[in-house]
């Protein structure tokens, strides 16, 4: 196996023990040098310095690449020659860009070495990187441009202060992001394949300091790490994200030249001990026609961003106004029917009126800061007319900072009832609306015609933000649609309380008033559905920390609010990983119904009666279908082994195990108790957010359940297998 070594001295004699061969490089005075094929104890002594040392053994295969005076060695470990083997050619592009643009490498030397995944370091004249190369993306480019800005911007001599970490950790960012986008154009994008859309290296800063600044999970640059509330969620958009940001900014203010003969000055100036935070600062106030002063002071000590809107547009005036308090110049871009103009705007003002020549003709469009660099969260006002696209589904984006956007798809489908069935759907949001990411006016709207039954399904969504601060998330969401069946509608608030991105329990409360009316058995069985008008109350409450999740729901229905039914429901759900040895998953469920409900609002012993949630996502269409039969979703009793028996009471009670959790394979055993005694046990493969926390399939999980033993007299050991899904 391969090791490598890396330790600090200090005016003290080091000795190490090596007991096989080692190549040995170091930036000290070694009392006896270390050459390949040597063994044994071996003293380095640095005297009256502060250095490292490093050494490997020689396993590792060494390459070398030469930019001016520096050579850069490449270490890589025997066997991830794949993964690790560009690494070299990476370095010196990096290195070459870096030269140019801020000076040469302080060091003649620059080692750059294949380490573990769970561990790097970043040290003068060292780089020992956590990842390797994957085939998809340039993620593994970006870190080495990260890691070698750091070597020039964050790495002693000239050492910052903890108050001016942000510009050492800025300037790195900024230099890894400039170099992508220098070596592969404006899209830069970090994924390879050309299926999905470009995702830059600018843009995935820019998303960090969106989520921050949206959520106010922003602290002002120069706060103490040990200050931080939550050092996860407010660390790494602090001082990489928003401080590389902010220096494009600067850059864009003070333009290109002249910001990299300041970067190469201030780099020259540390790399000498002379330079500090304060200096850099000076620099750029000294060569901008613009009092850089407060705008640094405000972006220091203050988490202000910049707002701007262009409010009205009334014959030949352009009101414009300045809603943030980080008060950066930016430029206007006008154009008319027969000119086009181009505006500082100082951001001495909050609001402007801009007056154009009337023999310009009518405004066409307006533009604030049209290249968005500055920390403006939201572009969406600043332009005018607001810019919207319109694309098919497979030419989706991600999503936009300044452009409203709607996917259209075709939909054709055949079955029995309907026979040909056809329609389109349409999705919009302004930027994307989920949990701790805000978005706006989100919706669905379709509708198909079933050609062979004259039947049309229409079906819309719609939710947005209402509330949007820290700890506090409340959308106003509506929908509507029409199923087989009947009518559905839903209207109410779903709130999310907690600071998102950190350690702390989230809550989510969804209060919504529902409307279900059936009015045909057309493609239902009439086991499990009542025909009639349901209006009731529904709330629901999640509490999710580590491995418990809690939800409670109480559902009110009253012939007062037009139900045909009177009830009250109440249910309780708590679900917890335990560790005894082994991971075991546990589910207690309680319910009780008070009053008269539907059927299809009764309690089932085996799982939710329709897929409504999934048929929702799924462009709104209310499932034709029992899941008792063959699909099997998470809820109410959850006795697998009663599958296909359309079991439900106004009582339940049940307690789920499986285990071992997590695994793809796992057994399982359910107790319970509606008006009659149930147990069973079987075994379920399982794929997907369950088994694999990182799957990237939105806590969606699909498995196959396989009872063996149910509590049911004469066909105990009856198959009952079912397909599950669970989100």
């Not at 930036?27 to 071996?42: A, C, D, I, Q, Y």
């Not at 250095?51 to 001016?68: G, K, P, R, Y």
């Not at 050609?451 to 509507?480: A, H, I, K």
């Not at 229905?557 to 917890?576: I, M, P, Q």
């Amino acid at each position: 196996m391969s090791f490598f070594f890396c330790f600090f001295i200090a005016q003290w004699s080091q000795c190490v023990s090596f007991d096989m061969d080692a190549h040995s490089y170091d930036s000290t005075v070694m009392e006896e040098p270390l050459f390949p094929g040597s063994r044994g104890r071996v003293r380095y002594v640095a005297e009256n310095v502060s250095d490292s040392v490093w050494a490997c053994d020689s396993t590792f295969i060494l390459s070398e690449h030469n930019v001016e005076r520096t050579v850069i060695r490449v270490f890589t470990k025997r066997g991830n020659e794949k993964g690790f083997g560009n690494a070299g050619t990476y370095a010196k592009d990096v290195l070459e860009c870096y030269c140019k643009w801020f000076g040469g490498y302080f060091f003649d030397h620059l080692n750059i070495v294949d380490g573990h995944p769970l561990g790097g370091a970043n040290i003068p004249q060292l780089i020992i990187m956590n990842s390797s190369e994957d085939p998809f993306t340039r993620l593994f480019e970006a870190a080495i441009a990260g890691a070698i800005g750091e070597q020039y911007f964050n790495m002693p001599p000239g050492a910052e202060s903890v108050e001016g970490s942000w510009l050492g950790e800025g300037l790195a960012t900024y230099a890894a992001i400039r170099y992508m986008e220098d070596k592969y154009g404006a899209e830069n994008s970090l994924i390879k394949t050309s299926l999905l859309p470009a995702l830059s290296l600018r843009y995935f800063h820019r998303f960090h300091y969106y989520v921050a600044q949206t959520n106010q999970l922003e602290i002002p640059v120069t706060m103490a790490v040990l200050d931080l509330e939550d050092i996860s969620a407010s660390y790494f958009p602090r001082t990489a994200s928003k401080s590389a940001l902010f220096l494009f900014t600067i850059k864009n203010i003070l333009g290109r030249d002249v910001f990299d003969r300041i970067l190469g000055r201030y780099y020259k100036m540390r790399a000498s001990n002379n330079a500090d935070v304060s200096d850099f600062m000076a620099m750029c106030d000294e060569a901008s026609d613009y009092d850089l002063g407060p705008v640094f002071d405000t972006f220091l000590n203050t988490a202000a961003f910049c707002d701007w809107s262009v409010n009205r547009i009334a014959m030949n005036t352009i009101e414009v106004e300045n809603r943030g308090d980080l008060d950066i110049p930016v430029r206007m871009y006008v154009r008319t029917r027969s000119d086009a103009f181009m505006f500082l705007l100082d951001a001495k003002k909050k609001e402007y009126q801009i007056k154009i020549p009337f023999d310009a003709g009518e405004v066409i469009s307006v533009a604030i800061d049209s290249s968005e660099y500055t920390l403006d969260p939201d572009y969406w006002n600043n332009y005018c007319p607001r810019k919207v696209s319109i694309k098919p589904v497979f030419d989706f984006d991600w999503p936009s900072f300044s452009t409203y956007q709607i996917l259209w798809l075709p939909y054709l489908w055949y079955d029995r009832y309907d026979g040909f069935k056809a329609g389109l759907y349409l999705f919009g949001d302004k930027f994307a609306d989920f949990d701790f990411v805000k978005g706006g006016y989100q919706f669905t709207l379709g509708y198909v015609r079933g050609f062979g039954s004259g039947r049309d399904y229409p079906n819309f969504t719609y939710q947005t933000p209402v509330l949007f601060r820290e700890g506090v998330r409340v959308r106003v969401r509506f929908s509507g649609f029409r199923s087989r069946g009947g009518d559905n509608i839903k209207l109410g608030l779903i709130s999310n309380l907690g600071r998102p991105l950190s350690g702390k329990p989230p809550v989510e409360i969804s209060n919504m008033l529902n409307y279900a009316g059936l009015f045909t058995y057309s493609g239902l069985d009439s086991i499990d559905w009542d025909l009639g008008k349901n209006l009731y109350i529904d709330n629901n409450l999640r509490y999710r920390y580590e491995d418990m999740d809690i939800r409670v729901r109480l559902s009110i229905a009253h012939r007062v609010l037009g139900s045909e039914w009177e009830y009250f429901k109440t249910t309780f759900d708590v679900n917890r990983v335990f560790e005894f040895g082994i991971p075991i998953r546990a589910r207690l469920f309680i319910g009780k119904i008070f009053g008269t409900a539907p059927v299809h609002e009764r309690l089932f012993l085996s799982g939710c009666l329709r897929t409504t949630w999934l048929a929702e996502t799924l462009f709104g269409q209310s499932g034709p279908y029992s899941p008792q039969e063959r699909v099997h979703v998470p809820g109410d009793g959850n006795m697998r082994g009663y599958q296909m028996m359309h079991i439900k009471s106004d009582q339940m009670y049940a307690l789920n195990l499986e285990f071992p959790a997590r695994s793809l394979l796992r057994v399982f055993t359910d107790i319970g108790y509606y008006d009659h005694f149930a147990f069973d046990i079987g075994v379920r493969l399982v794929i997907g957010t369950e088994t694999f926390l990182a799957a990237p399939t939105n806590g969606l999980s699909v498995s196959l359940n396989l009872p063996l033993y149910s509590y049911i007299e004469g066909e105990p050991w009856k198959l009952r297998w079912s397909l599950g899904l669970s989100i």
